[in-house]
């Protein structure tokens, strides 16, 4: 029985002492002091297991208390025994807990000045005003919707990033929907589907379309274009993100084994149950710059004319200028791309994927922003952008070289309890997140974490308004990348528009500027087709 697991023998074993002790003392045999420490330690395992504000207690009654006492101790022990603050991997223990702190509604400032290693190569920081502005409302907002678009939607410039219902648990995805729902941002449904924890949440919802077309898919695993229609029809539904590729594993498809799908799942993707579900590394739905266009324009039609873009981590570059020919020469475009950086997470990859494919963000950002601002069509289309944006400073300077609005997974995991055991892949997740273990998932009360990843929203917006006020802006979207400078050495310093600058508007299309290679692979990309028709990339 799961309650016999061993995360539970702490609990059970004292629960067995008291009665034994406690019937040791009645019979002379032992003193009573034994039956009262285990008494306690048994009504703490119990009311580890009915409280609702830790998970790791919840699932780990007494034993979880060890983590709390070394965090409390952490301070003297740390230059010790333990990581420093800015050591821990991917996210240090400095960034999960400021995340934690705004998520709690509790004090995060710091004492004593920063840590940070401002004479060494790689500190970047923003410059700031003299005469900084006060801004009284941070919920900042952008209109996502091209010119061909009849149902623009009005989004948060910071919202929940891709993560589907399967790699994290129902409560997981049911606290951050309604968290979304509380506060007044969208949840990306990642390529799973939309589960009825998505629905139930009623927050706004970014629906991603992938390869496998889940929710949307006939029996052969197309594209399904009456099921895409009646689900697009749902107002809760915002936007369609069409994924072609995600940061942590650019170009890797995936099998999800018929033993892990449950009904629920079933449902959400519109799978049948005892069989492998498969996500192709491509899509079938298109084959050619122009068709993917065309298939944009059909998703617009068949959605009532809601928000169409596209999700990608930037590959080769000769690709994304091939779309952007497409766009172009049929006159078609997205209403938003989503780029995705290389250092985004996942809940398992390969090691080589994950460490070795894919464009990290700021590069890949850069260049996409460019592209359409050579060709003219930047004021048309809206950039997000996700990989490891939990800070206000992490998003403004997102902002500053060339998005419009950011994406966070992981950071709101850990609004939702993570603790970075990176274990998402071994269904042991031990706060319930990224679990499937339904015993495991109880452990997050819905409630209570759902106010969290509100509060943790809306706590950053807040630092990043203070940010922008001090920069002398009154939206965050006013950043640019001369707000932004670069330690290179002890001795000298750099600006962001010296490292990545904005290309003039329509230099694509004048074919007089190559700066950093633009132009040369434009004119090795078409419309036509994305193979190469030479050896370059």
Not at 242 to 266: D, F
Not at 328 to 349: M, N, Q, R, S
Not at 484 to 513: K, S
Request: hydrophobic share 40%.
């Amino acid at each position: 029985m799961p309650i016999l697991a061993i995360r539970y023998w702490p609990f059970l074993i004292s629960v067995a002492a008291f009665f034994l002790s406690a019937a040791a003392a009645i019979a002379g045999v032992w003193p009573g002091i034994f039956a009262a420490v285990f008494g306690a330690l048994a009504v703490l395992g119990l009311l580890d297991m009915i409280q609702g504000r830790h998970a790791v207690l919840r699932n780990y009654p007494i034993l979880g208390h060890l983590r709390y006492f070394i965090e409390l101790i952490r301070p003297e022990i740390r230059q010790y025994l333990l990581e420093a603050d800015d050591e821990e991997v991917p996210f240090s223990r400095e960034s999960r807990a400021i995340v934690y702190q705004r998520a709690k509604n509790v004090e995060d400032k710091r004492p004593f000045g920063t840590k940070k290693g401002v004479y060494e190569g790689g500190y970047q920081w923003l410059t700031h005003s003299i005469r900084p502005k006060h801004i009284e409302n941070p919920d900042f907002r952008i209109k996502i919707g091209g010119p061909d678009c009849r149902q623009p939607y009005d989004a948060s410039v910071y919202n929940i990033s891709a993560m589907s219902f399967g790699a994290l648990s129902a409560n997981a995805i049911l606290a951050l929907n309604a968290g979304a729902k509380i506060g007044n941002f969208a949840h990306d449904t990642g390529e799973g589907g939309i589960s009825r924890y998505h629905r139930q949440g009623g927050g706004d919802l970014i629906y991603e379309l992938g390869t496998g077309y889940f929710g949307c898919r006939d029996d052969k695993g197309r594209f399904d274009p009456d099921r895409f229609a009646e689900i697009a029809a749902d107002p809760q539904i915002k936007m369609i993100e069409i994924k072609l590729s995600q940061g942590a594993k650019p170009g890797h498809g995936g099998v999800l084994p018929a033993a892990k799908i449950t009904p629920e799942i079933a449902e959400a993707r519109g799978v049948p149950m005892g069989v492998d579900c498969v996500s192709p590394a491509t899509h079938s739905a298109f084959d050619t710059p122009i068709e993917m266009m065309e298939f944009i324009a059909r998703l617009r039609d068949l959605s009532g004319g809601k928000p169409i873009g596209f999700k990608l981590c930037i590959g080769h570059r000769r690709e994304f200028m091939c779309i952007v020919r497409a766009m172009l020469e049929t006159g078609i475009t997205p209403d938003f791309i989503v780029v995705d950086g290389k250092e985004g997470g996942t809940g398992a990859a390969p090691l080589e994927f994950a460490n070795h494919m894919g464009m990290p963000l700021v590069e890949g950002l850069t260049f996409a922003h460019n592209t359409l601002r050579g060709v003219g069509l930047r004021d048309r289309i809206r950039i997000g952008a996700s990989g490891k944006l939990i800070h206000a400073f992490d998003i403004a300077r997102t902002l500053a070289l060339g998005a419009d609005w950011c994406n966070s997974a992981r950071g709101f995991m850990f609004a939702v309890g993570c603790i970075q055991a990176q274990s998402c892949h071994t269904n042991h997740c031990p706060t319930g997140v990224a679990t499937q273990d339904k015993l495991r998932q109880k452990a997050i009360v819905v409630g209570d974490k759902a106010q969290r990843v509100a509060n943790f929203h809306r706590n950053t917006l807040k630092a990043l308004a203070e940010m922008t006020g001090a920069a002398g802006l009154t939206h965050p979207g006013g950043f640019r990348p001369h707000h932004l400078l670069m330690r290179v050495n002890d001795r000298e310093m750099v600006t962001g528009a010296e490292v990545y600058p904005y290309m003039p508007e329509g230099f694509l299309l004048r074919e007089d500027d190559d700066r950093f290679g633009y132009l040369m692979r434009w004119r090795r990309s078409s419309s036509a087709s994305f193979e190469p028709f030479d050896d370059g990339i």
